[in-house]
């Protein structure tokens, strides 16, 4: 690696505008995939595990889980001003808004899937205007398991993503059980927390749109937890003839309990818009996702800090390992939005079998 160099903290808040020389674009629009039919491709996995089936590339987006751990660092301010606090439980408060907000971009990402790393892959970021630099790799192909670190001057992070995916008719739903962790060596804290499940809808209809649901709890060795229920949206029947979604989208709410299980905070908001510490009217804002970059739409939804997650900046290139994700061809090829077909070999073999004539496009 690269060394790094003195490391630049912004606050979020502050006036001072931070200025990363990225991009801010993407090099091509998203293709289109309105001719691209799911249903042939799912319909014979329902309820499998679907990181074991093959997808068309046009159903990425050009990144994947390495880059997308490091995605959840986009608001790392927030584990920046934990350390900064003395009260134990305002700590606590920031971790949970950390947490609630590795979910916020994902409102607007229900129209493509990450690319799957492949084994011995890795990924690093090194942000010197957010202060910390992190490094991601996957470890194991069946089960596929990425794990990452990072550290700055005020935390160290790191997490084990292994996740399920499984098709249920019209939905396609995530299931993660790694977990992650985060330490404040200043005040000698660890937390350790769950993800939730996430489920996307409307497969097959027009609007893909995306649902986080189940409880995340966040532990700490001081016996300060935190419980936060992210709620499931679910049909409601108004009459004979139709019926609509309840009215409690993206609602997150949850409290932080002491020692002695008291509760001393009560969280609540929305995972795509805002969380609250306090009781309404009063409550105060701890965290509120950036404003989306112009014609995200056409851009796979990204945020800013997402697109330039896959960006290699040439001097950055030559420190590079050739292992990491920045090189792949395929990825780089969907950010361009360009086509490159290479023969894989089977033609011959399929050939062979007696059933030729009527072999299926898929199998070759």
Same mark, same amino acid.
């Given at each position: 690696?690269?060394?790094?160099?003195?490391?630049?903290?912004?606050?979020?808040?502050?006036?001072?505008?931070?200025?990363?020389?990225?991009?801010?674009? !993407?090099?091509?629009?998203?293709?289109?995939? $309105?001719? &691209?039919?799911?249903?042939? %491709? *799912?319909? +014979?996995?329902?309820?499998? =595990?679907?990181?074991?089936?093959?997808?068309?590339?046009?159903?990425?987006?050009? !990144?994947?889980?390495?880059?997308?751990?490091? $995605?959840? &660092?986009?608001?790392?301010? %927030? *584990?920046? +001003?934990?350390?900064?606090? =003395?009260?134990?439980?305002?700590?606590?408060?920031?971790?949970?808004?950390?947490?609630?907000?590795?979910?916020?971009?994902?409102?607007?990402?229900?129209?493509?899937?990450?690319?799957?790393?492949?084994?011995?892959?890795?990924?690093?970021?090194?942000?010197?205007?957010?202060?910390?630099?992190?490094?991601?790799?996957?470890?194991?192909?069946?089960?596929?398991?990425?794990?990452?670190?990072?550290?700055?001057?005020?935390?160290?992070?790191?997490?084990?993503?292994?996740?399920?995916?499984?098709?249920?008719?019209?939905?396609?739903?995530?299931?993660?059980?790694?977990?992650?962790?985060?330490?404040?060596?200043?005040?000698?804290?660890?937390?350790?927390?769950?993800?939730?499940?996430?489920?996307?809808?409307?497969?097959?209809?027009?609007?893909?749109?995306?649902?986080?649901?189940?409880?995340?709890?966040?532990?700490?060795?001081?016996?300060?937890?935190?419980?936060?229920?992210?709620?499931?949206?679910?049909?409601?029947?108004?009459?004979?003839?139709?019926?609509?979604?309840?009215?409690?989208?993206?609602?997150?709410?949850?409290?932080?309990?002491?020692?002695?299980?008291?509760?001393?905070?009560?969280?609540?908001?929305?995972?795509?818009?805002?969380?609250?510490?306090?009781?309404?009217?009063?409550?105060?804002?701890?965290?509120?996702?950036?404003?989306?970059?112009?014609?995200?739409?056409?851009?796979?939804?990204?945020?800013?800090?997402?697109?330039?997650?896959?960006?290699?900046?040439?001097?950055?290139?030559?420190?590079?390992?050739?292992?990491?994700?920045?090189?792949?061809?395929?990825?780089?090829?969907?950010?361009?939005?360009?086509?490159?077909?290479?023969?894989?070999?089977?033609?011959?073999?399929?050939?062979?079998?007696?059933?030729?004539?009527?072999?299926?496009?898929?199998?070759?």
């Amino acid at each position: 690696m690269y060394h790094m160099k003195i490391l630049i903290i912004c606050a979020s808040g502050s006036s001072i505008k931070c200025m990363t020389g990225r991009r801010t674009k !993407l090099p091509a629009p998203r293709p289109d995939t $309105e001719g &691209l039919s799911l249903w042939n %491709l *799912l319909c +014979k996995n329902i309820g499998k =595990d679907l990181s074991q089936v093959s997808m068309p590339v046009a159903l990425n987006e050009p !990144l994947n889980m390495l880059q997308r751990m490091c $995605e959840e &660092l986009e608001y790392s301010e %927030l *584990l920046d +001003k934990a350390a900064e606090v =003395d009260d134990p439980y305002e700590r606590m408060v920031y971790i949970a808004a950390f947490a609630v907000s590795s979910y916020g971009s994902s409102y607007f990402r229900a129209g493509s899937k990450p690319f799957n790393p492949l084994l011995g892959e890795t990924y690093e970021c090194i942000r010197e205007d957010k202060g910390f630099r992190f490094v991601s790799e996957q470890v194991s192909h069946h089960p596929a398991v990425s794990v990452c670190y990072a550290e700055s001057r005020n935390f160290v992070f790191w997490q084990d993503a292994r996740i399920k995916t499984k098709f249920w008719g019209k939905s396609m739903e995530f299931q993660p059980t790694g977990t992650v962790n985060v330490s404040l060596p200043k005040h000698g804290d660890q937390y350790q927390w769950n993800k939730v499940t996430t489920c996307v809808h409307n497969l097959f209809g027009g609007q893909r749109w995306v649902d986080q649901y189940g409880e995340l709890r966040i532990s700490s060795g001081k016996k300060i937890n935190c419980k936060l229920t992210f709620v499931k949206i679910f049909m409601v029947s108004h009459t004979m003839h139709a019926s609509y979604w309840s009215a409690k989208r993206h609602e997150v709410f949850g409290v932080i309990t002491n020692e002695e299980g008291k509760v001393v905070r009560n969280l609540f908001g929305k995972w795509s818009e805002a969380l609250y510490c306090g009781v309404a009217p009063s409550a105060r804002c701890i965290w509120r996702p950036g404003t989306m970059p112009e014609d995200y739409e056409l851009y796979y939804g990204f945020t800013r800090f997402a697109m330039e997650l896959n960006e290699v900046d040439p001097d950055m290139a030559k420190y590079l390992p050739i292992t990491d994700t920045r090189f792949r061809p395929d990825q780089s090829k969907t950010a361009s939005n360009e086509d490159s077909w290479e023969y894989n070999g089977k033609y011959w073999d399929c050939r062979k079998s007696p059933g030729f004539v009527n072999m299926q496009f898929e199998t070759l």
